[in-house]
């Protein structure tokens, strides 16, 4: 039974030691500022994207993805509840005790060894000092009980004490931190894991409708608590949130529906939003009208124990217009219709793909170097992102602009590509016309494709050149022509790389450089002729230096076109925007509790802090002489230097008091 004891005692010791107190304090604070500074609750590709396959999964197996909601997170926070709870018991005692203790029996010794203590002598009565002793203690807001001894040495001893709160101060900040453990835990995940634990909630991984979620994966609206997110356009309602749950999500069902009647946003000149805000309908069987409420950053809704925040914004939907240009010129200009988040089937000859609208921007401010070489921000007009997702479920994201971009003082249309998402952005750049259209290139680009124009434009070049050199051999002519025309239908499907290729299959290596010096002049000689009856077609006969540079801009475009690895540019032409209002609504009923345990713990800290329990002591014994000795004595719990000047005004008030004789 007494080994049984101690190792109780042992156990409660341990609980309520201040080192694990403290250790379980920094973990949680290093935890919470993983949860700052680690984005939380997002979709599981982009932590692998941004970390990597190996630390992703790393930090995965950490929980650092959901922190707040990851089982050692919870099991500490529950141990620092245990922990302080047994602080708090096993001291309360003792702290209740101290309070009401004014240790009356102390003895003079002990008072003549305090740091602070001071004798003076008086020759008045002992009743008349302990009347103006108390007289001072009054007027310095001291609690007293006094004791008089008269059989083993006569005496009097006034035990006085003040700021008892500091002892609250103590209390508090110890019951804080477990109330706001408490409405922590009350705000968790924990409910939810458990249930999952059990198998009665699966997370829902599929992108799928919210009314093909199953059941499994719907919460109900009488759910305890819960934080998710939802976007909801323009002259819509919502009856549902999605809540994260690590590479899934679940549905909450909320107890009433939500309604954008109208979205606003500001923007500063340069594109950036300033602000935004959403008129809300809420409709409700229990309202006998709907409620209509505005909301906008850090001033949300709150409605039946939920509150409803302004978060962000999306699009909502619009409506994009699109020309299709083809770079086979066997295909022809396709123009449609479509909304962001659907998806479109489309087909090229044999070949069959699937274009998913992702998403609209009105506004892309991005670094763009000026006249003078410096980086400023600009806003490049509308774009839209779509995938373009091919028969074997291979996709590749665009982002194309619509309006042409000018770049060291030339027009170009950006389209961004990136094969997969943990690849960096290309761009292709096509040359603008004087339209700031892709016509000019687009022509250009079918024309080199036109086998009988390329032929008969190398067959004039090549015949104007032979006569310059005074040359007349038709062998060596159908030669040059039958070159210009195969290399320019190489450059075309392959671009430069092809070309290359070609070289290394049919020609030895010694052989290379001089056969590729030589295919290049035939290569250019095909390209300026095709290029200069090309703006021929478009009504100009000669070119000017602004066209070669035009030219020379399709080239890099056209010598690039083999990593598109789209069919068609896909042009937007007209847009009609709907924005989304995203919200976030929450369910926090710990919240108050929180705010409850953090106004004890700053009232604590404060007690703690800046008040200091006082105790003084007044000795008072009669001497053989008539005289009386006093012995003033004092300590406090706290900042000895403060105390140590308050303990010789009090010393000196005394003196005042006694020398005045209560006058």
Partial sequence: MKSSRTVGSRIVNFLGSMNLAITLLVVLAIASVLGTVLQQ???YTSYEIKFGKFWFEAFRSLGLYDVYSAVWFLLIL????????????????????????????????????????????????????????????KAENFRFREKSEKENGQYTVLAAMKGGSNRWGYWLTHIGIIVICLGGLFDSRLPMMFAEWQGEVIPETRNVPASEVPDVSTLSSANFSYRGSVDIPEGRRANIVFLPVRDGYLVQRLPYEVEVKEFRVEHYSTGQPKSFESDLVIHDPDLEAPLEETISVNHPLLYKGTAIYQANFGDGGSEIKMKLHPFVNQYATQEMTGNVFKEYNLTNGDRKFRLELENFRLFNINPIKNDDGEEEQKNLGPSFIFRLRNAAGEAIEYTNYMAPVTLDGRQYILSGVQVSPSDPQRFLHIPADNKGSVGLFMKFLKNLQDTALVRKVSIDTTVESMQGAKLNDDAVQNQVVESMVRLTQLFVTTGFDGISEDIAARFPEDKRASVSEAFMKVLQASLRA?????LRQEGKPEADERDWLFYDDSMSAIANLPFYGSPWYIQMTGFTQIEASGLQITRSPGKNIVYFGSTMLIIGVFLLFYVSHRRIWVYLKPQDDGQTEIILAGSANRNEDEFKKYFQRLQLAFRQTLSDGGK
């Fill in 41 to 43: 609750n997002q979709p």
């Fill in 78 to 137: 529950g141990f620092l509840v245990l922990s302080t709870t047994t602080c708090v018991v096993r001291n309360t005692p003792g702290m209740l005790k101290e309070l009401t203790r004014f240790r009356e029996g102390v003895k003079e010794k002990s008072l003549r060894l305090m740091k602070q203590s001071e004798a003076m002598h008086s020759k008045q009565s002992v009743d008349d000092i302990q009347t103006l002793v108390k007289r001072v203690l």
């Fill in 530 to 534: 095709v290029y200069l009856e090309t």
